[in-house]
């Protein structure tokens, strides 16, 4: 299992209605993304979303459409799962 890390001030977001979403750990795409070596523009050319809008995910700025999410899921080898991006199994 993966080491999410401890929260800190700097890991804590807000959406725009001021929903915080961000737990203060690490989202599991970029946990990802750093233990494979893996880059934003690595996985941006894989699965055909933004540089920005993956970046938006990893930030807990956004949630990725169920589509996105699928795209990013296929290209982790199955590595991530739904609930990575979701909070629950959908």
Do not use: C, W
């Not at 993304?33 to 699965?47: G, I, P, Q």
């Not at 700025?61 to 996105?68: G, N, W």
Request: hydrophobic fraction near 35%; avoid cysteine.
């Amino acid at each position: 299992m993966l080491d999410m890390g401890k929260p800190t001030n700097s890991d804590t977001s807000q959406s725009n209605g001021g929903e915080n979403f961000n737990l203060g750990y690490i989202h599991p795409l970029r946990a990802f993304r750093k233990e494979h070596f893996v880059t934003l523009d690595d996985l941006s050319f894989l699965t055909g979303i933004s540089m920005a809008s993956l970046s938006r995910i990893e930030r807990y700025k956004q949630y990725p459409l169920i589509s996105a999410a699928q795209k990013i899921i296929k290209a982790t080898g199955g590595y991530l799962k739904p609930e990575d991006f979701f909070g629950k199994k959908i």
